[in-house]
């Protein structure tokens, strides 16, 4: 079956240093790729996604992301954290219908910044 | 635009209560999606409406749950009779076709069941 995977829970990061939130997935083709990002007792907004063509994906706020077939990956990266970044991060994977079928998502991993 | 709505944000109620989780999706929007929240299991996706039918229900967890869409602009999530390992934060998202433009998530309903 398929399946996400954020191995980190939780990543501290000093305000002005770079990012990186590794996600992984298992699926047999190429999946419709996302990045979600959560702040406390809000809803999901959508950082970036990938359905084709070039890797390197740009988002919104500054972040990026790599698609890397060769290891399913997909990371999050932003060359410097501000302080508002701080907040929960997900990866989400749709596997068919350009996800038009539902989204499955990564456990998350919630990025604290230290001053 | 307002985005998704959601309404409570918040819903206590007490073990054996029916429970009604309401949602307005993005004018414009066909797909409709509820989603639930918790520390252990994190998002898991219960139920999904194409055109106002619903597709695939197979994670609503049990028979006491119950979704419909009247119409392309209201969607119910219903819980009968709830029970405390409901609690959790459930998240109505709409998009439009196969989700080129990404998923718009309204801002949940925090039920808990005591």
């Known amino acids: 079956a398929q399946s996400v995977t954020q191995p980190d829970i939780h990543i501290t990061v000093s305000e002005g240093a770079s990012l990186e939130l590794r996600c992984n997935y298992s699926?047999?083709?190429?999946?419709?790729l996302f990045w979600y990002v959560q702040s406390p007792g809000q809803g999901l907004q959508l950082l970036l996604k990938y359905f084709s063509g070039d890797t390197l994906v740009q988002g919104i706020k500054g972040f990026e992301a790599e698609f890397k077939r060769s290891q399913s990956s997909f990371n999050l990266r932003k060359p410097s954290v501000h302080w508002s970044d701080a907040a929960e991060y997900f990866c989400a994977v749709g596997f068919s219908g350009g996800g038009a079928d539902g989204l499955t998502f990564g456990k998350g991993t919630h990025l604290i910044i230290q001053p | 635009d307002a985005g998704v709505i959601q309404s409570p944000r918040h819903e206590v109620t007490e073990m054996g209560q029916e429970v009604t989780l309401r949602c307005k999706p993005i004018s414009g929007h066909n797909s409709l999606f509820w989603y639930r929240q918790t520390m252990m299991r994190g998002l898991e996706l219960l139920i999904y409406?194409?055109?106002?039918?619903?597709?695939?229900d197979s994670g609503m967890p049990e028979d006491r749950f119950s979704a419909k869409m009247p119409n392309a602009s209201f969607s119910t999530l219903k819980i009968q009779p709830s029970e405390p390992r409901d609690s959790a934060v459930y998240f109505c998202?709409?998009?439009?076709?196969?989700?080129?433009?990404?998923?718009?998530f309204g801002s949940g309903t925090r039920l808990t069941v005591v």
């Open positions: 409406f194409n055109n106002n039918v619903p597709i695939d």
């Open positions: 998202a709409s998009s439009f076709g196969t989700a080129d433009y990404g998923y718009t």
């Open positions: 699926y047999g083709a190429t999946p419709y």
